[in-house]
């Protein structure tokens, strides 16, 4: 039973924003939503996390609508280096671990 | 304060033997888990432990697969008798804390090919 679904690429080009969203139609109701960033040959790294309305870090924004079944990544002015596999988990029971779908795989262009 | 540490990075071994695998958590961390991933795919949940218990095991394979985190030392993932299949990148996260407030910290993982 697949937790997320989020698209498997997008193309973005240098100073755009980005938004990724994701999809948890099952959500419960104690799950929390976590954003986790991805470079080749690197373990994962986070980026965010979120239960509802909107979180905001120095990397990146979060977007939870009141229904909780989505939520959108927004990722400001995007450089090369933000090429990269981006997760997006939801919690499982006592959130002890975490169920990583395939991610979207960003592309930045020059 | 150095960051989640696995060794050895890269490992091969020869069907049937066996392959340990080594985390040592962040400093003050006693959460641990482990993640396998399979070329082109997301990570796949392994198991969680505390020290010197296992919490969640529940993706972990019935057999050839154990672990454990002992209350001195890192936390050792062991194969046993591996096969090509077992062939990918195994990652070993930690936190500090019980959940919900348990952002877990990546190591760069231990890429085990199985010739």
């Known amino acids: 039973l697949a937790k997320t679904t989020q698209p498997i690429s997008m193309d973005s080009y240098e100073g755009q924003e980005v938004n990724i969203t994701c999809s948890h139609n099952?959500?419960?109701?104690?799950?929390?939503i976590t954003w986790y960033q991805q470079f080749p040959s690197q373990g994962p790294r986070f980026i965010i996390q979120?239960?509802?309305t909107k979180v905001t870090n120095e990397v990146a924004s979060l977007f939870i609508p009141a229904d909780r079944k989505s939520s959108t990544l927004s990722l400001p002015r995007v450089s090369l280096s933000d090429t990269a596999v981006y997760y997006c988990?939801?919690?499982?029971?006592?959130?002890?671990?975490?169920?990583f779908g395939s991610g979207t795989k960003l592309n930045v262009k020059p | 304060n150095a960051g989640v540490m696995q060794n050895p990075r890269h490992l091969v071994r020869r069907r049937g033997q066996e392959a340990r695998l080594r985390c040592s958590p962040m400093?003050?961390?006693?959460?641990v888990y482990w993640y396998r991933q399979l070329p082109e795919e997301g990570l796949k949940f392994m198991v969680y432990?505390?020290?010197?218990?296992?919490?969640?095991e529940s993706g972990m394979p019935k057999e050839r697969f154990s672990a454990e985190f002992p209350k001195e030392g890192p936390s050792i993932l062991r194969i046993q008798q591996v096969v090509r299949g077992d062939s990918a990148a195994y990652f070993c996260?930690?936190?500090?804390?019980?959940?919900?407030?348990?952002?877990?910290?990546f190591g760069p993982g231990t890429r085990l090919t199985v010739l």
């Open positions: 979120g239960y509802k």
């Open positions: 432990l505390q020290k010197e218990n296992i919490i969640d």
């Open positions: 988990l939801v919690g499982e029971d006592n959130f002890n671990k975490f169920y």
């Open positions: 099952n959500i419960a109701t104690n799950d929390y």
């Open positions: 400093k003050g961390h006693s959460h």
């Open positions: 996260a930690s936190s500090p804390a019980t959940p919900p407030d348990n952002e877990q910290f």
